[in-house]
């Protein structure tokens, strides 16, 4: 099933002698099952609010938001954030800040020491569960942000820029890292970046989207992430032509909107 937007608007009213501002118009998307659904677009096109509307976080001035088949009223624990800055609780050790979310929903204290250890694996932190996260790279800490979100196995993992405070390096691995994460937990992700290259490495879909008002003005479908996953490497799979000619493509539309803006 999935999650459904259709025809979703979000106006935000009025205030402090500034008009409204309709932030998103109108807006049709389908997150299926085990979709990476990747949104690119130029500042102020609507990128958060479409992430704050399917976390339960903003209710739309219209339409409507389906998981499985029933309407998003609120936040819920089928949907997890990650923001590109992790907020973790810096006085906690690793293992803590992990098990956080299972110790709001009030589970036994081994069973949530159990499933945050499985996802401190998974996400490569062996050996630092006990570390303060404030002793950790930039990198680390995303990680350990990743490994919560999943800890309370959500649906859907919403990423709002995720890796965009990482330097160039350290993203690449994170990317790469996410691919696989993703294809191990079967997870439906929407995934906002700035950057052309990551979307389209990431994505099963990539929806560009344009302001004023904030919509869907490109979606494509890919397959550049399956092609990773299947053994390929990062920098085959970014140097083919195929990946090239969607780059340039996408960026064409970007620089439209950007310089329509200026
Ligand atoms: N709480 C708010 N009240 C009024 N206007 C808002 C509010 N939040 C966002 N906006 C406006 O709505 C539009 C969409 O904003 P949004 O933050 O969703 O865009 P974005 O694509 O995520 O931008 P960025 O890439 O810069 O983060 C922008 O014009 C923004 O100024």
């Not at 907020?87 to 098990?99: G, K, S």
């Not at 330097?167 to 691919?179: N, V, W």
Request: proline share 5%.
């Amino acid at each position: 099933m999935g999650l459904t937007i259709n025809q979703a608007s979000v106006v935000y009213p009025a205030a402090d002698g500034r008009p409204p501002v309709e932030a998103l118009s109108r807006i049709d998307l389908a997150i299926d099952n085990d979709d990476f659904v990747v949104a690119l677009g130029a500042s102020g096109c609507g990128k958060s609010t479409l992430l704050n509307l399917i976390a339960g976080f903003l209710s739309p001035t219209s339409g409507e938001i389906l998981l499985d088949g029933h309407r998003v009223q609120g936040p819920g624990a089928d949907r997890a954030v990650v923001f590109q800055k992790h907020a973790l609780l810096p006085w906690l050790n690793v293992i803590d800040n992990v098990a956080f979310g299972l110790k709001l929903q009030g589970g036994a204290e081994k069973a949530r020491y159990e499933m945050a250890g499985r996802f401190i694996a998974l996400l490569g932190l062996d050996g630092f569960q006990n570390s303060p996260v404030y002793k950790l790279s930039g990198g680390m800490q995303q990680r350990v942000g990743i490994a919560r979100a999943l800890t309370c196995d959500p649906k859907v993992l919403l990423m709002d820029e995720p890796l965009g405070a990482l330097d160039a390096l350290t993203r690449e691995k994170a990317q790469e890292l996410i691919l696989r994460i993703w294809s191990e937990t079967h997870k439906s992700v929407f995934f906002i970046t700035h950057s052309v290259e990551e979307a389209l490495f990431m994505g099963t879909k990539l929806i560009v989207m344009s302001p004023r008002p904030g919509r869907i003005a490109h979606r494509f479908d890919l397959s550049f992430s399956r092609q990773f996953l299947a053994g390929q490497s990062a920098r085959q799979v970014k140097a083919s032509p195929e990946f090239i000619r969607l780059r340039e493509q996408v960026l064409e539309i970007i620089f439209a909107d950007e310089e329509d803006a200026a």
